[in-house]
């Protein structure tokens, strides 16, 4: 169910009102549409490892990189803040998705021309 991560990713980040307070409903999985309001977030699945013995798949890890973009700084900081919270060390169904356990691999940030850019990599591994 690895290849589904983004719907989980969705409904967590889109059902917490920590995180919807900062962005309304501007969650978008891959790229923004060009006319979205700033400040959003942009997840995306990076990567898939899939684990298997002879009777098949037992676990998958997934990676994962949510990015915030906002004109401010401190409220790029306090969104991707309100992501980890939400995220990191998760344990439980979400969107239809069995999520063993959820942590951070890396964490960076940046500026280009929509504003600062706040990005977190997770590790998520799921059945």
């Known amino acids: 169910m690895s290849l589904k991560i983004g719907k989980a990713i969705n409904y967590l980040l889109s059902n917490k009102p920590a995180v919807t307070a900062l ?12 006319d979205t309001e700033v400040s959003f977030i942009v997840y ?15 676990e998958n890890e997934c990676s ?10 401190a409220e790029s900081v306090d969104i991707i803040q ?6 990191e060390l998760f344990k439980g169904e979400a969107g239809g998705i069995t999520i063993r356990t959820s942590r951070v691999e890396s964490a960076s940030e940046d500026y280009g021309q929509d504003g600062y ?8 591994t799921t059945n």
């Open 82 to 87: 309100a992501v980890r919270d939400t995220l």
């Open 64 to 73: 994962v990189k949510i990015s915030v973009i906002s004109k401010d700084y």
């Open 117 to 124: 850019i706040q990005e977190v990599n997770f590790l998520i």
């Open 44 to 58: 995306k699945r990076l990567n898939i490892n899939a684990k298997y013995t002879k009777d098949g798949c037992f």
């Open 23 to 34: 962005v309304n409903n501007r969650i978008y999985p891959i790229a923004a549409p060009d």
